[in-house]
């Protein structure tokens, strides 16, 4: 069986530095922007976005030079916003196929995806292309894609496309006169090049694919053989593909110091969709959210939202980020902010046909969001048993959705009701030969008819919790005939009697 023949689409992302820092930032795209990098005074432009560009505004200009311009958006270059689009960017074209190699070079990001073979799942290149194109625009990034059988043609051409066209398709043996009327200076020529070709009058591919290979050679040697070879689309590669780490996070930097919650909920918004349409992408959900914010001062505040089921909900995550902020506020003035996800699997629950209905788990989460809110996190959760003889040993844990179905839960034995008092009350208790023979609890007095015990225990003797107890089971009776069955527990280090459980 005969190899796939080569085919390579090239993902371009012009002026990606502005970009970067654009797609969480909505509210600037209709604005003229640019992004200077440097330290001041020595700021320039280094890239900037096309109505800052139709205002005459070029790469270089200084900080003096563009506050000319009165309605330009000035920000601070972030090379960590620009690794994060660049990871959503290679995670997209992944999704295509998994040999990607980087071809990025200045401020333009270059994706170059070996996709030979994927016609059985995406169908022909101009519907990878299209489908392609369409998730990058849903990530925020404006782009453009060349698909050729020549890698090094698929580039020249992303380069080389117009803002109107964005995908180009370039049949076999096309290669030549598709790239004849590009700019030769899209083969990023050396000046000693560049100004050997002005005085040739060499200006594009195809001039420069006309001309004889053996005379090129001899005055320009291999380095004019290569050239020759890309102006005619016939320069081979050895594919290089990179090995990208799945992870979900999303970073911004903000422009300013931000402390009401409002504002910081209306970037974090923006922050989850990105990170629930690229989970998606790959059938995941997202498990948990952990939030870092940088402070003023260089102090961190992080904050971990794990939900009872990973979900892709929108809603339900930015209430849940709302609520755990608002309990456990930031203490001073936010200056970026990390979304980091754990991925995963998203759960559907089969309910029996004659099972009764559950409550939705986004429903309850929120609920116990806001009972956390209200009564702290270590009042709220299940209650799980220590390994401990103690009364009253158990402690609360995060509330979790079980892994087995309702029918597959053990069956509990039956035993006799039993009301444990949290706290246990205080009682006033009479005895008789080291015996309770009466006691008073909640103003009533109660005559003991019978009493069980008593049992002792200790325990934890080598650390600060040392404890020790005695133990009655009573039947109480009281003046107007009724009774009462009761557990009394006597503290043995400081001699108090506290009621503990009521028998039903």
Known sequence: MSPAPELYACLRAPEFPAQALLRLRPQASDQSCVVMEGEPPLEQVCSLNRKARALGIE??????????????????????????????????????SPRVEDRSAGVELLLVIDIAGTGKLFGPPESLAANLLSRVCALGIVASIAVSSNFHTAVALAKG???????RVVPVGEEAQALAPLRLMILDLTPVQAETFSLWGIGTLGML????????????GQAGKRLHQLARGERTHLFTPLEPDFSLEERIDLDSPVEALDALLFVANLML???????????????????????????????????????????????????????????????????????GSTSKVQLGLFSPQLPEPARLDVTLARICAIVGEENAGRPQLLDSHAPGAFRIVPFTVPSVRPSELPSAPVRPALRRLRPPEAVFVTLENARPAALVFRQR????????????????????????????????????????????????????????????
């Open 161 to 167: 496309l117009s803002m109107h066209e964005q995908i």
């Open 445 to 504: 007095r109660y005559a003991i008819e019978r009493a069980y015990g008593p049992w002792q225990a200790d325990g934890e003797w080598w650390s600060p919790t040392l404890w020790g107890c005695e133990q009655w089971d009573l039947v109480l009776r009281a003046h107007d005939g009724a009774t009462l069955c009761c557990c009394l527990v006597r503290d043995l280090f400081r001699n108090e009697w506290q009621m503990a459980a009521l028998y039903d």
């Open 59 to 96: 790469r270089g200009m200084t900080q003096v030079e563009v506050d000319t311009f009165p309605s330009v958006a000035i920000f601070k270059r972030s090379l960590a916003e620009e690794a994060a689009a660049r990871a959503a960017l290679i995670e997209c074209a992944s999704c295509f």
């Open 273 to 343: 969709e990105q990170l629930i349409m690229r989970a998606a992408a790959r059938v995941f959900a997202l498990a948990s959210v952990r939030v870092t914010l940088s402070l003023e001062g260089g102090a961190t505040h992080t904050r971990t939202v794990r939900p009872a089921l990973p979900s892709t909900d929108r809603q339900l995550w930015l209430k849940l980020r709302h609520l755990d902020l608002e309990a456990h506020p930031p203490s001073a003035p936010i200056l970026a902010v990390v979304l980091t996800a754990e991925p």
């Open 209 to 220: 694919a006309a001309l004889p290979e053996v005379e090129l050679i001899a005055r320009m």
